[in-house]
């Protein structure tokens, strides 16, 4: 729980300073997919 806090913070920060270039949706989609892949959960479809 802390990590995806921290990257949601770590995020907006990025977003912040820089929200032309930095999708928070994008960003935590990947680093949702990832803990999908180490949880073992795929999506179907």
Same mark, same amino acid.
């Given at each position: 729980?802390?990590?995806t806090i921290a990257?949601?913070?770590?995020l907006q920060q990025q977003w912040?300073?820089?929200p032309d270039?930095?999708?928070m949706t994008a960003? #935590? @989609?990947a680093?949702?997919?990832?803990?999908?892949g180490r949880?073992?959960? #795929? @999506?179907h479809g």
């Open positions: 729980m802390r990590t990257v949601i913070d770590g912040l300073l820089n270039e930095v999708s960003e #935590f @989609e680093f949702a997919e990832t803990l999908r949880w073992g959960i #795929f @999506e």
